[in-house]
């Protein structure tokens, strides 16, 4: 079975960090994207970040400087490493990768199931 899962959320002070993981697994080929999304409470869901495999990256405004995004093609595993945390960060953190399944050499739209991160000031 193909799926993405995080891990890696929890409670944090404000000014505290935390990092999230996301590991791709199943039988597919070595990810090239990874983006993570943020909702907070009675806001949409917006993109946080994204990298490429050629080390191409894309920041909110909100989190330039604070967070930074990495991906470990061997593992299919892609990170978010979130410093200076603050409160308007809460909420459920998502991965999103496209994944190309070997069975069928097609590219699917994978979800994870969604980490809460919960800053408290």
């Known amino acids: 079975q193909v799926q993405l899962v995080e891990s890696g959320g929890g409670l944090v002070q404000a000014g505290g960090s935390l990092t999230l993981s996301c590991a791709a697994s199943?039988?597919?080929?070595?990810?090239?994207?990874m983006a993570w999304y943020r909702q907070g409470p009675g806001n949409q869901r917006e993109l946080v970040a994204d990298i490429h495999t050629d080390g191409t990256t894309k920041y909110a405004d909100s989190v330039k400087g604070r967070f930074t995004i990495s991906m470990n093609n061997a593992k299919n595993t892609g990170y978010l490493q979130m410093n200076s945390l603050k409160p308007e960060d809460t909420g459920i953190y998502y991965c999103?990768?496209?994944?190309?399944?070997?069975?069928?050499?097609?590219?699917?739209?994978?979800w994870g199931q969604g980490t809460q991160v919960t800053v408290s000031s």
């Open positions: 999103d990768a496209d994944l190309e399944r070997v069975s069928t050499g097609r590219w699917y739209d994978y």
């Open positions: 199943g039988s597919i080929f070595p990810i090239n994207s």
